[in-house]
């Protein structure tokens, strides 16, 4: 909603806008492109009668700024339908979807058509390194869409990327979220195939070479033609990445048998090199040749939030990562312990994903921490279900903590120089970052 808010602001309308606890990086670029933010839901900043209202899809009814648009008679619509009807006319729409890593794909794919020179437009649920801003209008035909399963609005229960009609498709991999608003895994594949219907013909799908929830998706029709990438060895995937290094920061790119180049960059993890595999094929199909794709991806920043360090005071590293999902908490583990080798990871983790907080990921989050030495549970308010069962079986290394001082004065104790200490959540996480690097200090 951020994003869209940006990029409202930059056709020139002038934008205003409400929601609760907004925190960078978002918050800061709203009030740099001078986007007027209020706290709350209160109806009082929409007495100025605005010409459009943009619902997102946290508000419910009962909401006062919701009951206020509809008992006033304001027009409204959702942040995708107001996309779909404002910008996505007449451009050429590169969606990019999938459980995981989304938003690292969309902003590769939005780095390779810059650094190609076609200056594309962009929406995307984080911020590039590389750009510095979640959202441009950019230069027409090429828009790079951030495209999510997740529902549109109160008022319209289809995923939001069904609006987005891409030209070319992302589907980057596909498991069961969201269970606050998916019953199933069947659900979810619903709405995939509903976006596979609207690629064209001349269109593209980029998909993984093997990926079963996928595979069933597209066996229940597909009309446009795919290209498949896939990590390490094989030789039917249209792209493959094998890797130089043991946490794949150089790799060697493989197109239709054939090298056409190495990437050597920042990011770690085969997740990634899997995610810059997607971006290749998807920008190749937007005109992109395969070697400045690669030229491109070496000087490739990530997004914030993404294993990203955000300091190191006396030899010890801090790490804020967005991973939520056990798939994404493990990926990110597999990622560090490769670069950090035997050096001590601490992990620090909020369940606070609606999903999560709903116990649906419970059993699998032990797997995904096994490669942290330490493990430090934060319970927030609210959780439907018993942390203590992960961390007794994580066993004597794992803790759970009821505040976040509490965990950055165990961690400002006990940790050494030399330690790495990665915080995840899809939040803020009150400030533990910085709170936790002014204590190391």
């Known amino acids: 909603m951020g994003g869209l808010a940006l990029l409202a602001r930059e056709l020139g309308h002038r934008v205003t806008g409400q929601d609760r606890q907004v925190y960078p990086p978002m918050s800061t670029q709203l009030e740099a492109a001078g986007i007027a933010l209020h706290e709350g839901y209160d109806t009082a900043p929409m007495q100025i009668e605005p010409d459009c209202v943009v619902i997102g899809n946290a508000l419910s009814r009962g909401n006062p700024a919701v009951e206020y648009v509809l008992e006033w008679g304001l027009n409204y619509t959702s942040g995708a339908q107001w996309l779909a009807d404002h910008l996505l006319p007449g451009r050429w729409v590169l969606g990019i979807t999938g459980t995981h890593g989304k938003t690292t794909t969309a902003s590769m794919v939005a780095w390779i058509l810059e650094y190609a020179k076609l200056q594309p437009g962009f929406l995307i649920g984080g911020v590039p390194e590389n750009f510095g801003v979640s959202a441009r209008l950019g230069d027409a035909p ?71 929830a996928l595979d069933e998706v597209l066996a229940q029709g597909c009309w446009t033609p795919a290209e498949t990438f896939q990590n390490g060895g094989g030789d039917s995937a249209t792209w493959q990445g094998r890797a130089l290094t043991p946490d794949a920061s150089r790799f060697d790119v493989i197109c239709e048998g054939s090298v056409v180049g190495r990437v050597e960059w920042e990011l770690a993890g085969q997740h990634n090199r899997a995610n810059a595999l997607a971006a290749l094929a998807a920008a190749r199909h937007a005109g992109v040749p395969a070697a400045v794709g690669v030229e491109a991806l070496s000087t490739f920043r990530n ?106 004065d165990d961690l400002v104790r006990s940790s050494r120089p030399g330690d790495h200490i990665l915080v995840m959540s899809n939040g803020a996480f009150d400030g533990i970052h910085k709170k936790l690097l002014t204590a190391l200090a």
């Not at 987005?164 to 709405?191: G, S």
């Not at 990203?308 to 994404?328: K, L, N, Q, S």
């Not at 983790?349 to 921490?369: C, F, K």
């Open 303 to 408: 997004a914030k939030r993404r294993m990203e360090r955000r300091g190191e005071v006396g030899g010890i590293v801090v790490y804020d990562d967005f991973a939520h999902h056990p798939t994404a908490i493990a990926a990110t583990l597999e990622a560090l312990r490769a670069r950090v080798g035997d050096a001590s990871i601490r992990a620090v983790l909020e369940p606070r994903s609606n999903t999560m907080r709903l116990g649906v990921h419970a059993d699998r989050l032990v797997e995904s921490l096994t490669l942290a030495d330490q493990v430090l549970l934060f319970e927030p308010e609210g959780l439907a279900w018993d942390l203590e069962t992960v961390a007794q079986r994580l066993g004597t290394h794992a803790a759970i903590y009821s505040s976040v001082e509490a965990i950055v």
């Open 142 to 212: 090429f828009l790079v869409v951030e495209a999510d399963e997740y529902d549109t609005a109160f008022f319209d229960k289809r995923s939001k990327f069904v609006h987005y009609r891409p030209r070319t498709a992302v589907l980057n991999n596909l498991e069961f979220d969201h269970a606050d608003i998916f019953p199933d895994l069947a659900a979810i594949q619903r709405q995939f195939h509903h976006l596979v219907r609207t690629v064209p013909g001349n269109g593209l799908l980029v998909r993984p070479f093997d990926d079963p």
